[in-house]
Antibody
Framework: QLQLQESGPGVVKPSETLSLTCTVS??????????WGWLRQPPGTGLEWIGS???????NYSPSLKSRVTISLDTSKNQFSLKLTSVTAADTAVYYC?????????????WGQGTLVTVSA | QSALTQPASVSGSPGQSITISCTGT?????????VSWYQHHPGKAPKLMIY???NRPSGVSNRFSGSKSGNTASLTISGLQAEDESDYYC???????????FGGGTKLTVL
């Protein structure tokens, strides 16, 4: 059974870098039929796509976050990671990782449980 | 690159049917049959309800159905039940930049 689990600090100071890792168990992140994605939900608002990474290391980012986001892949640990620089209070959100399935129209059938990251001094 | 457009809220009584729309462009919803729908209860992971416009994953009730016409996709829930009350999001593959676009979400209230 596939499982995804987000991990990282729950509090980040303004102007610093938010770093999260998604550990995948039950499927290798090197499989060619998936992308691996990050999404978030700020309080009181909807789900927001952050970006994704393919097994080749190719990435796609939301234009609104592209200048601050880096997603990377570590196949040896079966993990992928998110870095978001220069954070502000607007980056406070529940962050989710998910498997993006190419064969089912880039849908996301498996998600992590989400982790709340608060930006605060 | 704007998000897909969904109504902020819809409501219906138990047993009724409701439809949630999701409007995009020819670069996303209209150009590909790669629309998905998610149910999201606060504090839980989103659940995939529909993929490829109209396909249901195993275990999803057949009360949920999807369709598409032009640049607008729709999710229909028939025989509304109290447990259907939730937030619903559409998403689509996009040929521009980000790979995937999401809608702003629709809050379904079962009266």
């Amino acid at each position: 059974q596939l499982q995804l689990q987000e991990s990282g600090p729950g509090v980040v100071k303004p102007s610093e870098t938010l770093s999260l890792t998604c550990t995948v168990s039950g499927d290798p992140v090197s499989r060619t039929i998936y992308y691996w994605g990050w999404l978030r939900q700020p309080p009181g608002t909807g789900l927001e796509w952050i970006g994704s990474i393919y097994h080749t290391g190719s990435t796609n980012y939301s234009p609104s976050l592209k200048s601050r986001v880096t997603i990377s892949l570590d196949t040896s640990k079966n993990q992928f990671s998110l870095k978001l620089t220069s954070v502000t209070a607007a980056d406070t959100a529940v962050y989710y990782c998910a498997r993006v399935e190419i064969l089912t129209g880039y849908s996301m059938g498996y998600w992590g449980q989400g982790t709340l990251v608060t930006v605060s001094a | 690159q704007s998000a897909l457009t969904q109504p902020a809220s819809v409501s219906g009584s138990p047993g009724q049917s409701i439809t949630i729309s999701c409007t995009g462009t020819s670069s996303d919803v209209g150009g590909y049959n790669y629309v998905s729908w998610y149910q999201h209860h606060p504090g839980k992971a989103p659940k995939l309800m529909i993929y490829d416009v109209s396909n249901r994953p195993s275990g999803v009730s057949n009360r949920f159905s999807g369709s598409k016409s032009g640049n607008t996709a729709s999710l229909t829930i028939s025989g509304l039940q109290a447990e259907d009350e939730s937030d619903y999001y559409c998403s689509s593959y996009t040929s521009i930049n980000s790979l995937v676009l999401f809608g702003g979400g629709t809050k379904l209230t079962v009266l």
